[in-house]
Structure formats: C-alpha cells, structure tokens
C-alpha cells in the first residue's frame, strides 16, 4: 500500500478549516498533521502553530491546504514549498500579483501547487460553461449572493468568471452605463464590461447567476451551494492529484481534466 498523504490545514479553526479537517481525518489515503491558525480550534488533538515555518519543520507534510485569509495565503504557501510541500490554497481575494508570487515559487522549486477559487464541481462547470457562452453574447451580468460574514466582494468566484470570459471573448463586453446613476453604484461593481452585483445575506451559503443579454432572448447558468461540504470532493481530489505534478495550477480545472 502507498503512504499515506500527509497533509496540514491552515485556517484549521475556521468554518472552511474544520470541515476539510476532519473530511482529511475520515480519508484513507490521507494523513492529518496539523494545523496552522491564531488560535488552536478546540477539541483538535494535532500538533498546531500560529507560525507556519516552525509548524511544517516540525510535521513534515507533503500537502498545505489553506483557507485563511488573503493576507495570510501567499506567507503560508511560501513556507510550504520552502519546506518541500505542495500548497492548495482556497482562500480568496488573492490579487494578481499575490498569486504570480505563488505561481514564480511553484516554478522554482519544481513542486505542484495550486490556487483554486472554487472547488464546488458545480460552480467550476458554471464558469466553464459561461466561458463558452462568453463566445456568443455582447452582454453580460452576474449576480453572486453569499453569506453575511463574507469579508470580500465582489466573491473570487464571480472576478474568476469575468476574468475569463472577457479572454474567452478577446475583448471587453457591451456594459450598460446609465445616463443618471441616482445612487452611486447602482449598475454594480464591474470588470471588462461584465457587472458584478453582491448579496450579502444571512442564510445564504453561495450562490452565482451568470446571465447573458441579447436580441429577444437571455440565457441564464445558476448555481446554488446548499451546504460547505459541496467544497470537500475538490479539496481531496485536488490534494490526491497535486502530489503528481510539478507545475503551478489555477483553478480546479486542470485538475479535473478540463480543458477550456
Ligand atoms: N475556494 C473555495 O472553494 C472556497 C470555499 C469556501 C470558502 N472559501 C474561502 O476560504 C476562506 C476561509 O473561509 P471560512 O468561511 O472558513 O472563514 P473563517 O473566518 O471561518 O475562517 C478563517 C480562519 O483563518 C484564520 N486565520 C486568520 N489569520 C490567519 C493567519 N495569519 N494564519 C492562519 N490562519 C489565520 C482565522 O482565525 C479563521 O479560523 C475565505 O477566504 C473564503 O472566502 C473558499
């Protein structure tokens, strides 16, 4: 039998970190080490650190997966390669620059890392979905409702999806602007002529409407995350998976083995 993958979670106190905890714990081809986080989540029996440095020299882990916050994100996947492991990180609201920092280590140390914005096999279908849409409209918006305690807007998920829709069109798309805007900000936040509109709400978990306009007709993709563990497939496929490459990853995507 292969050893086992040894993995370590940062973030590991918080609503993210505890569930992929224990869904590590209940793997049999994975190992729970420890766990990076200010504060140590109670009832967790594992060797844990608020320094990721003296954490990953002392467990040794091939995997860090982290769902932290943005800040923290880049820190803790330098110190994974640094010391030999592959980074996943989930955390959003990474910049461009943050994740060609991650991309530059990953290349020069040889080892798989990967930044995935969403890792609800749904919400990367929607996005592959609206790439291919993105060929044929001029117009699109897209509506992402999440929960109250969201520290970030617009989500990672819906600047993912402009992002690559504006590529998949080779150009900017045809943005209503209105003559008036009788509050400011009423057409939304918005990249490459794509509106980005938020909800924040209590009792929503995630949910993403990418909807696109044309003459006499609009097509609409929704997809709705009814609870956290539509996460946990993705995160353990992408931890399986990442030991097997040498090359930086955006995205779940190559990960799956869908090509774009
Ligand atoms: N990629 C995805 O599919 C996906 C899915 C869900 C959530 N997320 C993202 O994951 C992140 C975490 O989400 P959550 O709902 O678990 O949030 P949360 O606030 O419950 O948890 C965040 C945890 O990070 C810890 N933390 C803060 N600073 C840290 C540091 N310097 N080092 C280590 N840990 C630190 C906090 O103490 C907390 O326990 C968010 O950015 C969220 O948007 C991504």
Redesign the pocket.
């Known amino acids: 039998m292969s050893e086992r993958v040894r993995v370590v979670v ?9 569930e992929i905890c224990a869904a590590v714990a209940r793997d049999p081809e994975l190992e729970l080490v420890g766990g ?4 140590p ?1 109670p009832g967790l029996d594992l060797p844990w650190s ?1 320094d ?1 440095e003296l954490l990953l020299r002392e467990v040794r882990p091939r995997v860090v997966v ?7 994100s880049v ?2 996947a330098l110190a994974a390669l640094r010391a030999g492991a592959s980074p996943i990180i ?4 990474l910049t461009e620059s943050m994740v060609g920092q991650i991309r530059e280590a990953a290349v020069t140390s040889g080892l798989g890392a990967a930044v ?5 096999l749904g ?1 990367v279908l929607m996005m592959h979905f609206a790439e291919i849409a993105a060929r044929f409209f001029d117009s699109v918006e897209v509506i992402e409702a999440h929960h109250d ?4 807007a617009p ?3 819906a600047i993912a999806t402009a992002q690559r829709m504006v590529v998949a069109r080779g150009q900017d798309f045809r943005r209503n602007v209105p003559d008036k805007e009788t509050i400011l900000g009423g057409r939304g936040a918005h990249y490459g002529g794509v509106s980005i509109h938020s909800l924040r709400l209590p009792g929503i978990i ?1 949910r993403q409407e990418v909807i696109f306009g044309a003459l006499g007709q609009y097509l609409t993709i929704a997809h709705d995350t009814t609870s ?1 563990e539509a ?1 946990l497939p ?2 353990l496929l992408a931890i399986k998976r990442i030991v097997e490459r040498q090359d930086f990853v955006f995205g779940l995507e190559p990960l799956l083995g869908l090509n774009t």
Not at 11 to 18: S, T
Request: aromatic residues 6%; without cysteine.
């Open positions: 940062s973030g590991a106190a918080g609503k993210m970190g505890r990076i986080d200010v504060a989540s608020s990721p982290d769902f932290s916050t943005a800040s923290a820190g803790v989930g955390t959003s609201g995935v914005p969403n890792f609800a919400a305690t969201k520290i970030d989500s990672g998920t995630a956290r996460y993705g995160v």
